[in-house]
């Protein structure tokens, strides 16, 4: 791994001399041991510093290169690993790698970027878990007090807004499911120019961003309300552990309602007045009932 960084960062190997590959070809096998090897690097503790003291600096130089297409996949692809397996072993290091995405999504750069960046959103928005542990780790009070992060808050404000930036936004009925068609960029690693990305494509993904952050909220809404069932037992009301967690969990559940729903409200009310698709309209609808049960449940 400390070759693997080396070279892919332009510096020499230690332990293999000889060896030599491109930088994108680089990123490509970190992100291949990474993502197999899991476990490894979580539950091993030499294996976990590898992760900070190596790959973390090496991704974080990456965002100085003016990236071509293959190495701006690699090295997305790379930080969406980190994120969805790492997030409570790294937290300061996913915050900056966030930062980073959010920066360019805030900032003016190509489609095919803005693309890539929505794409590593999309991965982990409908994760209840990663969403909670964004929230509490960046945006809650409490749990940083100094950082003023506000990581999630950032977040959603700027996938949000990104629809005002796609100037020649035009849905068409069509929209929903011919565009699901096309193959993300993401996974395009056989290519090495950027593709034509079409505008409706963008903005299907970054809906998708904000269905997923609603469905999240709704998991998460969920297990609220298992633990207050556990609560209303008369067993389950003398332990303080299940309080702990409940009020913890009401505070991160009211957190994401108050901080999104403004975003996701607005991108839903955009794309049901551009489409009149029963495949795009429905699951818009349905992201409104579950928003608006959320918010009741919660009182806001």
């Known amino acids: 791994m400390q070759d693997l960084c080396n070279v892919t960062g332009g510096d020499p190997p230690v332990w293999l001399p000889s060896i030599s590959f491109s930088r994108s070809f680089g990123l490509e096998l970190i992100e291949s041991v990474i993502s197999s090897h899991v476990q490894l690097f979580l539950n091993i503790p030499q294996f976990g510093a590898l992760l900070s003291d190596r790959v973390c600096p090496?991704?974080?130089?990456?965002?100085?290169?003016?990236?071509?297409?293959?190495?701006?996949v690699r090295l997305n692809r790379v930080i969406a690993t980190f994120i969805k397996n790492f997030y409570e072993l790294l937290i300061p290091?996913?915050?900056?790698?966030?930062?980073?995405l959010v920066r360019i999504l805030e900032t003016d750069h190509s489609l095919w970027q803005y693309t890539l960046v929505v794409e590593v959103f999309k991965s982990f928005c409908s994760d209840s878990t990663l969403l909670r542990s964004l929230y509490k780790n960046y945006d809650l009070a409490e749990s940083s007090p100094e950082s003023g992060a506000h990581i999630f808050h950032t977040?959603?404000?700027?996938?949000?807004?990104?629809?005002?930036?796609?100037?020649?936004f035009e849905p068409e009925s069509s929209l929903f499911s011919s565009q699901l068609k096309q193959k993300p960029c993401l996974e395009m690693l056989n290519i090495t120019e950027p593709p034509t990305i079409n505008n409706n494509y963008l903005v299907l993904i970054n809906l998708e961003c904000l269905l997923g952050v609603v469905d999240g909220l709704t998991d998460l809404m969920s297990k609220k309300a298992e633990l207050e069932k556990q609560l209303a037992k008369p067993e389950g009301s003398a332990n303080a552990d299940p309080k702990k967690k409940r009020d913890e969990l009401h505070s991160v559940c009211r957190g994401i309602a108050e901080t999104s729903w403004p975003s996701?409200?607005?991108?839903?009310?955009?794309?049901?007045?551009?489409?009149?698709?029963?495949?795009?309209?429905?699951?818009i609808l349905k992201g409104y009932q579950s928003v608006t049960n959320s918010c009741g449940l919660l009182s806001l």
Do not use: M
């Not at 990456?62 to 701006?72: G, L, M, N, R």
């Not at 290091?93 to 980073?100: A, D, N, P, Q, R």
């Not at 977040?155 to 930036?165: A, G």
């Open 58 to 72: 090496l991704i974080i130089r990456s965002f100085k290169i003016k990236p071509d297409f293959a190495y701006a």
């Open 93 to 100: 290091e996913c915050e900056v790698f966030l930062s980073k």
């Open 155 to 168: 977040l959603i404000n700027c996938v949000s807004k990104l629809l005002k930036k796609v100037s020649d």
């Open 264 to 283: 996701v409200l607005a991108t839903f009310s955009t794309c049901l007045s551009h489409t009149n698709d029963e495949s795009l309209i429905q699951p």
